[in-house]
């Protein structure tokens, strides 16, 4: 597998453009996973994502490419990485970047006799090159008895002295750890130690790990696989989470049906942006006939208050805003709001916490999804099996709402293919694809008892 050949049949079968959802990343075509290489780099963002082009399930990996000025529209670039080395011939698997001086290094784990290494490849933003030195991290380097088949997903960061990075292992124990390296010059690496490990309370293999600084205190996320749920917490099997460094605490980041392996960047701007896999390995549908499976969330700003992360969408999804529609009113039973319907929109509801709401989004002809708050239990529930989806496949998920709010907010971001919700200014996230027919366009409020609501909607869109 190469490059010319990925790119050539990229090209002969791009899915079209009145196929895709409208502001979120999915493939040019076939399969897409984890968020990739998420950096800025001379002035523009750019994303990279596992990819395998030639069908619609998993296979050798590739990195996909895409550009943006605002995080909103995205232009496709030529693949950057395919596994054609002696060394990562078993796919190019996750890993990051930063802008290094003018040019553009991208980190990832290279998988060859089913062992995992980390390699560079250096670019400009458009091609990239992987470095003679390769692989620049066996699993050799690493201590006895550490794993050299599950070693992956380096995240590198800058240091005063240099670069460091830290991947995922498998301990001696068999359960997930993050080992630390540290460099001057990308090419000459040394070990540096253990810097987190799983003492067997939160799953058994770690992935995906990134680490960075928030509101002046130092992050770790990473997903771990094969969790026990704990009440509505950490349902999905594999799951992302987040800690404060030291707090041992560690908290789900989103949680929806579809959401896996994040990463963040740090912008010139200051800020530090997510992004998810709207995905999951144990819950994979696309329904038939659909060439591409797999789709980003929305970057999403971060913000750390009293330990907890919120999320809230970039801001620039407001230059997409098309229109304003506001209503306050009392509703009692079910409504639907004048100017309020859409596929593609962005909504935000206010209401007394006491009190029960539904909204349902992509109604008509049989079909809804549903989000139901409920004010005794202070849950949210989320219910897409009327939403186009014909395989019996997980659909519904209740998720807790913290605090002790007297006013909820729900901010609801709607595109073809997917429900997002921010709750409370985002101290709480859910992700979730729907594959409703894009003619089902309701949104329907339903109350319990008369209900003040406060609704401000927007149509998305492109002007
Ligand atoms: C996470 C993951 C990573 C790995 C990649 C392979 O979803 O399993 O650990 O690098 O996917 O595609």
């Not at 560079?120 to 090159?129: K, L």
């Not at 509703?331 to 006491?354: H, S, Y």
């Not at 539904?358 to 008509?364: F, H, L, P, Q, Y």
């Not at 992700?431 to 609501?453: C, H, M, Q, Y």
Request: hydrophobic share 35%.
């Amino acid at each position: 597998m190469n490059l010319k050949d990925a790119n050539n049949y990229i090209e002969q079968n791009r899915v079209a453009g009145a196929l895709r959802p409208l502001f979120h990343i999915i493939p040019e075509v076939g399969w897409m996973n984890d968020p990739n290489g998420f950096s800025e780099y001379k002035g523009e963002y750019h994303l990279f994502y596992q990819h395998y082009p030639y069908g619609t399930q998993w296979g050798p990996m590739h990195w996909g490419h895409v550009r943006s000025k605002d995080f909103i529209t995205w232009e496709a670039l030529p693949v950057a990485l395919a596994p054609d080395e002696e060394y990562d011939c078993q796919g190019c698997f996750s890993g990051t970047a930063l802008q290094v001086g003018d040019e553009h290094v991208l980190v990832y784990t290279g998988v060859s006799e089913g062992k995992q290494k980390q390699c560079v490849a250096i670019g400009t933003g458009t091609d990239y090159v992987k470095i003679p030195e390769n692989p620049v991290i066996p699993g050799d380097m690493l201590p006895e008895g550490f794993s050299r088949v599950d070693f992956r997903d380096p995240k590198i960061y800058k240091v005063k002295e240099g670069y460091e990075l830290i991947a995922v292992n498998f301990s001696e124990k068999n359960l997930g750890q993050l080992v630390k390296f540290s460099t001057k010059d990308l090419r000459n690496w040394q070990y540096e130690g253990v810097v987190l490990a799983n003492d067997g309370s939160l799953g058994v293999m770690w992935e995906c790990p990134d680490y960075f600084t928030l509101d002046g205190q130092e992050m770790f996320i990473f997903s771990p696989q094969d969790v026990a749920a704990v009440d509505d917490e950490l349902h999905n099997g594999d799951n992302s989470v987040y800690t404060v460094r030291g707090s041992g605490k560690f908290h789900e980041i989103d949680y929806g049906l579809d959401f896996y392996a994040p990463q963040t960047a740090h912008m010139s701007d200051g800020r530090q942006i997510l992004i998810g896999w709207m995905h999951s390995w144990k819950n994979d549908y696309a329904p038939a006939g659909v060439l591409w499976n797999g789709m980003m969330t929305l970057p999403r700003e971060l913000k750390l208050i009293d330990g907890i992360m919120y999320q809230t969408p970039v801001k620039e999804l407001a230059n997409y805003h098309l229109d304003k529609v506001e209503h306050e009113l009392i509703l009692d039973g079910a409504g639907e709001l004048p100017k309020v319907k859409g596929r593609t929109a962005d909504m935000c509801i206010r209401w007394d916490a006491n009190k029960d709401l539904k909204v349902s989004v992509a109604v008509g002809d049989g079909h809804h999804t549903d989000i139901i708050y409920d004010a005794s239990a202070r849950s949210i529930t989320f219910d897409r099996r009327y939403s186009g989806i014909t395989k019996d496949i997980n659909c519904l998920r209740t998720f807790p709402v913290h605090g002790n709010d007297a006013l909820m907010s729900l901010r609801i971001v709607l595109d073809y293919n997917s429900v997002e919700l921010f709750v409370n200014d985002g101290r709480e996230a859910f992700s979730g694809a729907i594959w409703t027919d894009r003619a089902a366009d309701g949104i329907v409020f339903n109350t319990k008892e008369p209900t003040k609501l406060s609704v401000t909607y927007h149509n998305v869109g492109r002007r």
